[in-house]
Protein backbone atom coordinates (compact mmCIF):
# COMPACT_ATOMS: atom_id res chain seq x y z
CA UNK A 1 0.00 0.00 0.00
CA UNK A 2 1.34 3.45 -0.55
CA UNK A 3 2.38 4.99 1.74
CA UNK A 4 0.42 8.31 1.43
CA UNK A 5 -2.57 6.16 1.21
CA UNK A 6 -1.41 5.10 4.88
CA UNK A 7 -1.31 8.50 6.06
CA UNK A 8 -4.76 9.74 4.73
CA UNK A 9 -6.43 6.57 6.71
CA UNK A 10 -4.47 7.85 9.61
CA UNK A 11 -5.85 11.07 9.44
CA UNK A 12 -9.35 9.93 8.80
CA UNK A 13 -8.93 7.67 11.70
CA UNK A 14 -8.06 10.35 13.88
CA UNK A 15 -10.43 13.08 12.70
CA UNK A 16 -13.01 10.18 13.77
CA UNK A 17 -11.47 10.26 16.86
CA UNK A 18 -11.46 14.03 17.85
CA UNK A 19 -15.68 14.24 16.55
CA UNK A 20 -16.51 12.75 19.58
CA UNK A 21 -17.50 14.73 22.31
CA UNK A 22 -21.21 14.66 22.91
CA UNK A 23 -22.66 14.46 26.05
CA UNK A 24 -24.97 11.03 26.28
CA UNK A 25 -25.43 10.58 30.40
CA UNK A 26 -28.69 9.22 31.14
CA UNK A 27 -30.24 9.96 34.70
CA UNK A 28 -30.34 6.42 36.36
CA UNK A 29 -31.47 5.16 39.39
CA UNK A 30 -29.80 2.47 41.53
CA UNK A 31 -32.86 1.24 44.05
CA UNK A 32 -32.62 0.85 47.33
CA UNK A 33 -33.83 -2.69 47.21
CA UNK A 34 -30.92 -3.81 44.40
CA UNK A 35 -28.60 -3.12 47.58
CA UNK A 36 -26.95 -5.97 48.76
CA UNK A 37 -27.26 -6.76 52.67
CA UNK A 38 -24.37 -5.89 54.16
CA UNK A 39 -24.57 -7.25 57.61
CA UNK A 40 -25.46 -11.28 55.43
CA UNK A 41 -22.12 -10.15 53.05
CA UNK A 42 -19.81 -9.10 56.31
CA UNK A 43 -20.53 -12.83 57.46
CA UNK A 44 -19.72 -14.15 54.51
CA UNK A 45 -16.52 -12.52 54.23
CA UNK A 46 -15.34 -12.87 57.72
CA UNK A 47 -15.10 -16.72 56.64
CA UNK A 48 -11.79 -16.45 54.77
CA UNK A 49 -9.44 -14.54 53.27
CA UNK A 50 -9.64 -12.16 50.30
CA UNK A 51 -7.33 -12.89 47.35
CA UNK A 52 -6.19 -10.68 44.06
CA UNK A 53 -4.67 -11.21 41.46
CA UNK A 54 -4.07 -8.44 39.06
CA UNK A 55 -2.17 -8.35 35.60
CA UNK A 56 -1.74 -6.20 32.96
CA UNK A 57 -0.54 -8.64 29.62
CA UNK A 58 1.27 -5.60 27.30
CA UNK A 59 4.57 -4.14 26.95
CA UNK A 60 5.29 -1.13 25.54
CA UNK A 61 4.48 2.31 26.21
CA UNK A 62 1.94 2.69 23.55
CA UNK A 63 0.05 0.51 25.50
CA UNK A 64 0.34 2.59 28.98
CA UNK A 65 -3.04 2.39 29.82
CA UNK A 66 -3.34 -1.35 30.39
CA UNK A 67 -0.50 -0.91 33.33
CA UNK A 68 -2.33 2.10 34.54
CA UNK A 69 -5.26 0.03 35.14
CA UNK A 70 -4.08 -2.68 37.32
CA UNK A 71 -1.77 -0.22 39.40
CA UNK A 72 -5.40 2.01 40.13
CA UNK A 73 -6.70 -1.92 40.79
CA UNK A 74 -3.97 -2.49 43.36
CA UNK A 75 -4.55 0.75 45.25
CA UNK A 76 -8.23 -0.04 45.48
CA UNK A 77 -7.63 -3.86 46.92
CA UNK A 78 -5.32 -2.11 49.43
CA UNK A 79 -7.43 0.76 50.51
CA UNK A 80 -9.86 -2.03 50.93
CA UNK A 81 -7.54 -3.70 53.70
CA UNK A 82 -6.33 -6.36 51.28
CA UNK A 83 -2.78 -7.45 52.71
CA UNK A 84 -0.21 -7.27 50.08
CA UNK A 85 0.73 -10.73 50.86
CA UNK A 86 -3.03 -11.85 49.42
CA UNK A 87 -2.23 -9.66 46.37
CA UNK A 88 -0.56 -10.68 43.35
CA UNK A 89 0.66 -8.43 40.79
CA UNK A 90 2.19 -8.78 37.16
CA UNK A 91 3.11 -5.95 35.14
CA UNK A 92 5.84 -5.57 32.87
CA UNK A 93 7.01 -2.30 34.70
CA UNK A 94 8.41 -0.60 32.03
CA UNK A 95 5.80 2.61 31.50
CA UNK A 96 7.17 4.52 34.74
CA UNK A 97 10.72 4.70 34.06
CA UNK A 98 10.13 4.55 30.08
CA UNK A 99 11.80 7.87 28.56
CA UNK A 100 8.80 8.91 26.98
CA UNK A 101 7.04 8.95 30.59
CA UNK A 102 6.42 13.04 31.02
CA UNK A 103 6.22 12.42 34.36
CA UNK A 104 8.85 10.32 35.14
CA UNK A 105 8.40 7.62 37.92
CA UNK A 106 5.07 8.31 38.10
CA UNK A 107 1.81 6.70 36.10
CA UNK A 108 -1.60 7.83 36.44
CA UNK A 109 -5.42 6.58 35.30
CA UNK A 110 -6.90 9.15 34.83
CA UNK A 111 -7.01 13.47 33.30
CA UNK A 112 -6.64 14.77 36.81
CA UNK A 113 -5.61 11.60 38.97
CA UNK A 114 -2.62 11.36 41.09
CA UNK A 115 0.35 8.72 40.89
CA UNK A 116 -1.39 4.94 40.78
CA UNK A 117 2.33 3.40 40.75
CA UNK A 118 3.76 4.09 44.60
CA UNK A 119 3.77 1.38 46.61
CA UNK A 120 2.96 -1.25 43.83
CA UNK A 121 4.32 -4.66 44.64
CA UNK A 122 6.53 -5.73 41.95
CA UNK A 123 5.89 -9.69 42.23
CA UNK A 124 6.44 -10.73 38.48
CA UNK A 125 7.61 -8.28 35.61
CA UNK A 126 9.37 -8.48 32.76
CA UNK A 127 9.81 -11.40 30.92
CA UNK A 128 8.20 -13.18 34.39
CA UNK A 129 5.15 -11.61 33.13
CA UNK A 130 3.93 -14.82 31.26
CA UNK A 131 0.96 -17.62 30.62
CA UNK A 132 3.02 -20.69 33.03
CA UNK A 133 3.49 -17.88 35.84
CA UNK A 134 0.44 -16.50 35.59
CA UNK A 135 -1.35 -20.16 35.96
CA UNK A 136 1.18 -21.29 38.28
CA UNK A 137 -0.17 -18.21 40.39
CA UNK A 138 -3.37 -18.64 40.10
CA UNK A 139 -3.45 -23.09 41.42
CA UNK A 140 -0.89 -21.84 44.07
CA UNK A 141 1.18 -23.57 42.88
CA UNK A 142 4.74 -22.49 43.98
CA UNK A 143 6.45 -24.61 42.55
CA UNK A 144 6.12 -24.22 39.21
CA UNK A 145 6.76 -20.53 39.08
CA UNK A 146 10.04 -19.71 37.21
CA UNK A 147 12.05 -16.57 37.02
CA UNK A 148 13.13 -14.14 39.55
CA UNK A 149 9.17 -12.76 41.03
CA UNK A 150 8.31 -12.88 44.36
CA UNK A 151 7.34 -16.46 44.62
CA UNK A 152 3.75 -15.31 45.82
CA UNK A 153 1.19 -17.28 44.77
CA UNK A 154 -2.50 -18.04 45.52
CA UNK A 155 -2.26 -20.25 48.41
CA UNK A 156 -6.34 -20.14 48.96
CA UNK A 157 -8.14 -22.43 50.65
CA UNK A 158 -12.12 -23.37 50.52
CA UNK A 159 -13.33 -20.67 52.68
CA UNK A 160 -11.68 -17.95 50.42
CA UNK A 161 -12.64 -15.60 47.89
CA UNK A 162 -10.70 -14.72 44.70
CA UNK A 163 -10.84 -11.75 42.74
CA UNK A 164 -8.73 -11.97 39.56
CA UNK A 165 -8.21 -8.70 37.26
CA UNK A 166 -6.58 -8.90 33.64
CA UNK A 167 -6.24 -6.05 31.31
CA UNK A 168 -4.53 -6.79 27.65
CA UNK A 169 -4.97 -6.47 24.40
CA UNK A 170 -6.96 -10.45 22.99
CA UNK A 171 -8.29 -11.54 20.28
CA UNK A 172 -11.28 -14.75 20.23
CA UNK A 173 -10.07 -17.30 22.65
CA UNK A 174 -6.59 -15.48 23.38
CA UNK A 175 -5.46 -13.21 26.04
CA UNK A 176 -1.62 -11.35 25.23
CA UNK A 177 1.31 -11.76 26.94
CA UNK A 178 4.21 -9.51 26.75
CA UNK A 179 6.23 -12.96 26.65
CA UNK A 180 6.14 -16.74 25.45
CA UNK A 181 2.96 -17.62 24.08
CA UNK A 182 -0.75 -16.17 24.37
CA UNK A 183 -3.03 -17.28 26.85
CA UNK A 184 -5.59 -19.75 25.57
CA UNK A 185 -9.25 -19.42 26.62
CA UNK A 186 -9.30 -23.00 27.68
CA UNK A 187 -6.43 -23.36 29.38
CA UNK A 188 -7.80 -20.34 31.40
CA UNK A 189 -10.86 -21.98 32.26
CA UNK A 190 -9.50 -25.58 32.93
CA UNK A 191 -7.02 -23.79 35.54
CA UNK A 192 -10.43 -22.54 36.86
CA UNK A 193 -12.23 -25.77 36.93
CA UNK A 194 -9.30 -27.38 38.61
CA UNK A 195 -8.88 -24.57 41.58
CA UNK A 196 -12.17 -25.34 41.81
CA UNK A 197 -11.47 -28.79 42.56
CA UNK A 198 -9.12 -28.87 44.69
CA UNK A 199 -11.19 -26.63 47.34
CA UNK A 200 -9.37 -23.43 46.45
CA UNK A 201 -11.81 -20.96 47.01
CA UNK A 202 -15.67 -20.23 47.88
CA UNK A 203 -16.13 -18.05 45.29
CA UNK A 204 -14.18 -16.36 42.53
CA UNK A 205 -14.33 -12.86 40.39
CA UNK A 206 -13.22 -12.47 37.26
CA UNK A 207 -13.15 -9.09 36.14
CA UNK A 208 -11.48 -8.97 32.09
CA UNK A 209 -10.75 -6.31 29.81
CA UNK A 210 -9.46 -7.11 25.91
CA UNK A 211 -10.60 -7.55 22.76
CA UNK A 212 -13.45 -9.90 21.74
CA UNK A 213 -12.93 -10.83 26.03
CA UNK A 214 -16.37 -12.62 26.08
CA UNK A 215 -15.15 -15.55 23.90
CA UNK A 216 -12.37 -16.41 26.91
CA UNK A 217 -15.45 -17.67 28.69
CA UNK A 218 -18.72 -18.02 26.27
CA UNK A 219 -19.72 -21.88 25.59
CA UNK A 220 -16.03 -22.64 28.40
CA UNK A 221 -17.15 -21.69 31.44
CA UNK A 222 -19.59 -23.52 33.83
CA UNK A 223 -22.30 -22.20 35.87
CA UNK A 224 -21.67 -24.46 38.64
CA UNK A 225 -17.69 -23.78 39.47
CA UNK A 226 -18.60 -20.74 41.68
CA UNK A 227 -16.83 -18.26 39.85
CA UNK A 228 -18.91 -15.31 37.98
CA UNK A 229 -16.96 -13.64 35.58
CA UNK A 230 -17.63 -10.23 33.69
CA UNK A 231 -15.99 -9.35 30.38
CA UNK A 232 -15.12 -5.77 28.44
CA UNK A 233 -16.63 -6.74 25.67
CA UNK A 234 -18.46 -10.08 24.01
CA UNK A 235 -16.73 -12.67 21.83
CA UNK A 236 -16.89 -10.51 18.62
CA UNK A 237 -16.18 -6.84 18.98
CA UNK A 238 -13.04 -4.85 20.46
CA UNK A 239 -13.00 -2.88 23.88
CA UNK A 240 -12.62 0.39 24.12
CA UNK A 241 -9.46 2.71 25.62
CA UNK A 242 -10.42 5.80 27.40
CA UNK A 243 -8.81 9.44 28.51
CA UNK A 244 -7.15 9.20 24.80
CA UNK A 245 -5.14 11.77 22.74
CA UNK A 246 -8.49 13.55 21.14
CA UNK A 247 -11.01 12.28 23.64
CA UNK A 248 -12.65 14.31 26.02
CA UNK A 249 -11.62 14.55 28.55
CA UNK A 250 -8.16 13.59 26.97
CA UNK A 251 -4.90 12.99 29.23
CA UNK A 252 -3.49 15.89 30.00
CA UNK A 253 -1.52 17.65 27.14
CA UNK A 254 2.05 16.26 27.55
CA UNK A 255 0.62 12.67 27.01
CA UNK A 256 0.72 10.87 23.69
CA UNK A 257 -1.34 7.65 25.32
CA UNK A 258 -4.31 6.82 26.35
CA UNK A 259 -4.68 6.59 30.51
CA UNK A 260 -7.28 3.75 31.03
CA UNK A 261 -9.32 1.59 29.36
CA UNK A 262 -13.13 2.18 29.33
CA UNK A 263 -14.45 -0.77 30.98
CA UNK A 264 -11.44 -0.90 33.80
CA UNK A 265 -11.95 2.34 34.42
CA UNK A 266 -16.00 2.18 34.90
CA UNK A 267 -15.79 -0.27 37.41
CA UNK A 268 -12.51 1.23 39.35
CA UNK A 269 -14.02 4.86 39.33
CA UNK A 270 -16.99 3.31 40.77
CA UNK A 271 -15.33 0.86 43.26
CA UNK A 272 -13.34 4.59 44.54
CA UNK A 273 -16.27 6.58 45.01
CA UNK A 274 -18.24 3.72 46.76
CA UNK A 275 -19.05 2.17 50.49
CA UNK A 276 -18.41 -1.45 49.02
CA UNK A 277 -20.45 -3.26 51.61
CA UNK A 278 -23.92 -1.59 49.98
CA UNK A 279 -22.88 -2.66 46.09
CA UNK A 280 -23.57 -5.98 44.54
CA UNK A 281 -21.52 -7.23 41.71
CA UNK A 282 -24.68 -7.12 39.95
CA UNK A 283 -24.96 -3.28 40.22
CA UNK A 284 -21.48 -2.65 39.67
CA UNK A 285 -21.87 -4.77 36.46
CA UNK A 286 -25.17 -2.31 35.36
CA UNK A 287 -23.26 0.55 36.25
CA UNK A 288 -20.25 -0.51 33.92
CA UNK A 289 -22.26 -1.60 31.34
CA UNK A 290 -24.21 1.43 31.08
CA UNK A 291 -20.75 3.33 30.77
CA UNK A 292 -19.06 1.19 28.64
CA UNK A 293 -21.77 0.83 26.25
CA UNK A 294 -21.92 4.82 25.88
CA UNK A 295 -24.89 4.72 27.53
CA UNK A 296 -26.40 1.78 25.67
CA UNK A 297 -25.92 3.62 22.30
CA UNK A 298 -22.49 1.18 21.68
CA UNK A 299 -21.75 3.79 19.18
CA UNK A 300 -18.30 3.52 20.71
CA UNK A 301 -18.34 1.15 23.11
CA UNK A 302 -18.74 -2.59 23.88
CA UNK A 303 -20.77 -5.23 24.72
CA UNK A 304 -20.35 -5.91 28.93
CA UNK A 305 -21.27 -9.02 29.59
CA UNK A 306 -21.42 -11.36 32.71
CA UNK A 307 -20.63 -15.29 32.42
CA UNK A 308 -20.07 -18.52 35.00
CA UNK A 309 -22.87 -18.43 38.15
CA UNK A 310 -24.67 -15.47 38.35
CA UNK A 311 -27.66 -16.55 39.43
CA UNK A 312 -25.32 -17.53 42.95
CA UNK A 313 -22.87 -15.08 43.20
CA UNK A 314 -24.12 -12.19 41.41
CA UNK A 315 -25.55 -10.93 44.53
CA UNK A 316 -22.92 -10.49 46.68
CA UNK A 317 -21.09 -7.37 47.85
CA UNK A 318 -18.26 -5.86 45.88
CA UNK A 319 -16.90 -6.26 49.77
CA UNK A 320 -16.62 -9.62 49.81
CA UNK A 321 -14.05 -9.74 47.01
CA UNK A 322 -12.35 -6.08 47.24
CA UNK A 323 -12.81 -4.97 50.40
CA UNK A 324 -14.23 -1.52 51.36
CA UNK A 325 -12.18 1.84 51.87
CA UNK A 326 -13.65 3.59 55.42
CA UNK A 327 -13.12 6.30 53.57
CA UNK A 328 -16.63 5.99 51.88
CA UNK A 329 -18.32 4.54 54.49
CA UNK A 330 -20.79 7.89 54.43
CA UNK A 331 -20.89 7.20 50.49
CA UNK A 332 -24.10 4.32 50.44
CA UNK A 333 -25.91 6.96 48.05
CA UNK A 334 -28.17 3.97 46.22
CA UNK A 335 -29.53 6.93 44.39
CA UNK A 336 -27.00 8.46 41.93
CA UNK A 337 -27.72 10.68 39.39
CA UNK A 338 -25.10 11.43 36.46
CA UNK A 339 -26.97 14.36 35.34
CA UNK A 340 -26.35 16.66 32.16
CA UNK A 341 -24.80 19.30 34.46
CA UNK A 342 -21.90 17.47 35.53
CA UNK A 343 -19.32 18.61 33.43
CA UNK A 344 -16.96 15.87 34.50
CA UNK A 345 -18.61 13.38 33.56
CA UNK A 346 -18.25 13.49 29.57
CA UNK A 347 -18.02 11.03 27.03
CA UNK A 348 -15.21 8.76 27.60
CA UNK A 349 -14.83 6.40 25.26
CA UNK A 350 -12.80 7.17 21.37
CA UNK A 351 -10.39 4.96 20.71
CA UNK A 352 -11.37 1.44 20.36
CA UNK A 353 -8.58 -0.88 21.46
CA UNK A 354 -7.16 -2.05 18.62
CA UNK A 355 -6.05 1.42 16.87
CA UNK A 356 -4.92 2.77 20.47
CA UNK A 357 -1.40 2.15 19.24
CA UNK A 358 -1.98 4.25 15.89
CA UNK A 359 -3.31 7.12 17.90
CA UNK A 360 0.03 7.02 19.97
CA UNK A 361 2.40 6.75 17.02
CA UNK A 362 0.15 9.48 14.93
CA UNK A 363 0.45 12.03 18.09
CA UNK A 364 4.30 11.55 17.94
CA UNK A 365 4.65 12.37 14.05
CA UNK A 366 2.18 15.19 14.76
CA UNK A 367 3.38 16.91 17.09
CA UNK A 368 7.45 16.83 15.66
CA UNK A 369 8.61 19.54 14.07
CA UNK A 370 8.18 19.73 10.58
CA UNK A 371 11.89 18.97 8.97
CA UNK A 372 13.69 17.73 11.66
CA UNK A 373 15.49 13.48 12.31
CA UNK A 374 12.20 13.16 15.18
CA UNK A 375 9.51 13.81 12.34
CA UNK A 376 11.16 11.40 9.95
CA UNK A 377 11.59 9.07 12.53
CA UNK A 378 7.54 9.49 13.71
CA UNK A 379 7.26 8.72 10.21
CA UNK A 380 8.44 5.99 9.96
CA UNK A 381 7.21 4.19 12.58
CA UNK A 382 3.55 5.32 11.99
CA UNK A 383 4.18 3.59 8.41
CA UNK A 384 5.56 0.66 9.69
CA UNK A 385 2.90 0.10 12.46
CA UNK A 386 0.39 0.03 9.66
CA UNK A 387 1.68 -2.22 6.81
CA UNK A 388 2.43 -4.44 10.23
CA UNK A 389 -1.35 -4.80 9.72
CA UNK A 390 -1.69 -4.68 6.18
CA UNK A 391 0.42 -7.49 5.71
CA UNK A 392 -1.40 -9.98 8.53
CA UNK A 393 -4.63 -8.97 6.95
CA UNK A 394 -3.64 -9.42 3.42
CA UNK A 395 -1.97 -12.90 4.57
CA UNK A 396 -4.78 -13.93 6.20
CA UNK A 397 -6.79 -13.38 3.34
CA UNK A 398 -4.49 -15.44 1.00
CA UNK A 399 -4.57 -17.99 3.11
CA UNK A 400 -8.40 -18.30 3.28
CA UNK A 401 -8.17 -18.32 -0.84
CA UNK A 402 -5.63 -21.01 -0.94
CA UNK A 403 -7.47 -23.48 1.49
CA UNK A 404 -11.20 -22.71 0.70
CA UNK A 405 -10.77 -20.18 -2.83
CA UNK A 406 -11.24 -16.77 -3.12
CA UNK A 407 -15.52 -16.99 -3.25
CA UNK A 408 -15.72 -19.07 -0.08
CA UNK A 409 -12.73 -18.42 1.75
CA UNK A 410 -13.82 -15.38 3.38
CA UNK A 411 -17.38 -16.78 4.18
CA UNK A 412 -15.61 -20.27 6.32
CA UNK A 413 -12.79 -17.41 7.91
CA UNK A 414 -15.26 -15.19 9.39
CA UNK A 415 -18.05 -18.00 9.85
CA UNK A 416 -18.84 -16.48 14.04
CA UNK A 417 -20.77 -19.51 15.99
CA UNK A 418 -23.99 -18.94 17.72
CA UNK A 419 -23.95 -17.81 21.12
CA UNK A 420 -22.90 -20.63 23.66
CA UNK A 421 -20.67 -22.42 21.82
CA UNK A 422 -17.05 -21.97 22.42
CA UNK A 423 -14.81 -20.64 19.14
CA UNK A 424 -13.23 -23.59 18.69
CA UNK A 425 -13.61 -27.66 19.15
CA UNK A 426 -10.12 -28.53 19.26
CA UNK A 427 -7.98 -26.09 21.07
CA UNK A 428 -4.67 -27.77 20.60
CA UNK A 429 -5.51 -27.47 16.82
CA UNK A 430 -5.91 -23.84 17.13
CA UNK A 431 -2.99 -23.90 19.06
CA UNK A 432 -0.45 -25.37 16.17
CA UNK A 433 -2.35 -23.49 13.37
CA UNK A 434 -1.21 -20.31 14.97
CA UNK A 435 2.23 -21.51 15.68
CA UNK A 436 2.41 -22.79 11.95
CA UNK A 437 1.15 -19.87 10.96
CA UNK A 438 3.62 -17.52 12.96
CA UNK A 439 6.82 -19.51 11.90
CA UNK A 440 6.12 -18.71 8.27
CA UNK A 441 4.74 -15.13 8.74
CA UNK A 442 6.53 -13.82 11.93
CA UNK A 443 4.35 -12.95 15.09
CA UNK A 444 0.47 -12.43 14.54
CA UNK A 445 1.15 -9.97 17.94
CA UNK A 446 -0.81 -7.50 19.43
CA UNK A 447 -2.99 -6.71 16.29
CA UNK A 448 -2.97 -9.89 14.23
CA UNK A 449 -4.29 -11.86 17.29
CA UNK A 450 -7.87 -10.37 15.98
CA UNK A 451 -7.42 -13.20 13.53
CA UNK A 452 -7.48 -15.95 15.97
CA UNK A 453 -11.39 -16.54 15.21
CA UNK A 454 -10.08 -17.35 11.55
CA UNK A 455 -7.65 -19.91 13.07
CA UNK A 456 -10.33 -21.39 15.00
CA UNK A 457 -12.36 -22.13 11.85
CA UNK A 458 -10.30 -23.62 9.73
CA UNK A 459 -9.83 -25.71 12.53
CA UNK A 460 -13.42 -26.62 12.77
CA UNK A 461 -13.43 -27.11 8.85
CA UNK A 462 -10.86 -29.66 9.41
CA UNK A 463 -7.60 -28.60 7.99
CA UNK A 464 -4.39 -30.10 8.92
CA UNK A 465 -1.58 -28.32 10.51
CA UNK A 466 0.61 -29.61 7.34
CA UNK A 467 -1.89 -28.15 4.76
CA UNK A 468 -1.44 -24.95 7.17
CA UNK A 469 1.90 -24.92 7.08
CA UNK A 470 1.83 -24.76 3.45
CA UNK A 471 -0.47 -22.39 2.56
CA UNK A 472 0.75 -20.09 5.17
CA UNK A 473 4.67 -20.35 3.45
CA UNK A 474 2.90 -19.83 0.15
CA UNK A 475 0.81 -17.33 1.91
CA UNK A 476 3.49 -14.88 3.69
CA UNK A 477 5.97 -15.39 0.64
CA UNK A 478 3.77 -13.75 -1.96
CA UNK A 479 2.68 -10.91 1.00
CA UNK A 480 6.43 -9.97 1.09
CA UNK A 481 7.44 -10.01 -2.24
CA UNK A 482 4.31 -7.77 -3.01
CA UNK A 483 5.74 -5.16 -0.52
C1 LIG B 1 2.85 -27.99 40.46
O1 LIG B 1 3.74 -27.79 39.40
C2 LIG B 1 4.68 -28.82 39.24
C3 LIG B 1 5.70 -28.35 38.21
O2 LIG B 1 5.07 -27.95 37.01
C4 LIG B 1 3.98 -30.10 38.89
O3 LIG B 1 4.90 -31.14 38.73
C5 LIG B 1 2.98 -30.43 39.99
O4 LIG B 1 2.21 -31.56 39.64
C6 LIG B 1 2.07 -29.27 40.26
N1 LIG B 1 1.28 -29.53 41.44
C7 LIG B 1 -0.04 -29.55 41.43
C8 LIG B 1 -0.69 -29.83 42.74
O5 LIG B 1 -0.71 -29.35 40.43
C1 LIG C 1 -20.45 9.30 46.31
O1 LIG C 1 -21.27 8.64 45.34
C2 LIG C 1 -21.74 9.50 44.33
C3 LIG C 1 -22.78 8.75 43.53
O2 LIG C 1 -22.28 7.62 42.87
C4 LIG C 1 -20.54 9.98 43.51
O3 LIG C 1 -20.97 10.80 42.45
C5 LIG C 1 -19.60 10.73 44.42
O4 LIG C 1 -18.43 11.09 43.73
C6 LIG C 1 -19.21 9.88 45.63
N1 LIG C 1 -18.49 10.69 46.57
C7 LIG C 1 -17.21 10.47 46.87
C8 LIG C 1 -16.62 11.36 47.91
O5 LIG C 1 -16.53 9.62 46.32
Same mark, same amino acid.
Not at 364 to 375: F, L, Q, S
Not at 458 to 476: H, L, P, R, T, W
Given at each position: ??????????????????????????????????????????????????????????????????????????????????????????????????????????????????????????????????????????????????????????????????????????????????????????????????????????????????????????????????????????????????????????????????????????? !? =??? %?????? +?? &? $?????? *?????????????????? !? =??? %?????? +?? &? $?????? *????????????????????????????????????????????????????????????????????????????????????????????????????????????????????????????????????????????????????????????????
Amino acid at each position: MASSRLLLFAMQLLVLVAAVGGTRWQDFLRLPSESASASEDDDAAAVGTRWAVLIAGSNGYYNYRHQADVCHAYQIMKKGGLKDENIIVFMYDDIADSPDNPRPGVIINHPDGGDVYAGVPKDYTGKDVNVNNFLAVLLGNKSAVTGGGSGKVVASGPGDHVFVYYSDHGGPGVLGMPSDDYLYAKDLVDALKKKHAAGGYRSLVFYLEACESGSIFQGLLPSDISVYATTAANAEESSWGTYCPGDDPGPPPEFDTCLGDLYSVAW !M =EDS %DAHDRR +AE &S $LRQQYE *TVKDRTSAHGTYSLGSHV !M =EYG %DVQGLA +AQ &S $LYTFMG *TDPANDDNATVISLFGRGQQQRRRGPAVNQRDADLVYFWQRYRRAAEGTPEKAEARRRLLQVMSRRSRVDSSMELIGGLLFGSEEGPRVLGAVRPAGQPLADDWDCLKYMVRAYERHCGPLAQYGMKHMRAFANICNAGVGEDAMAKVASQACAAVARSD
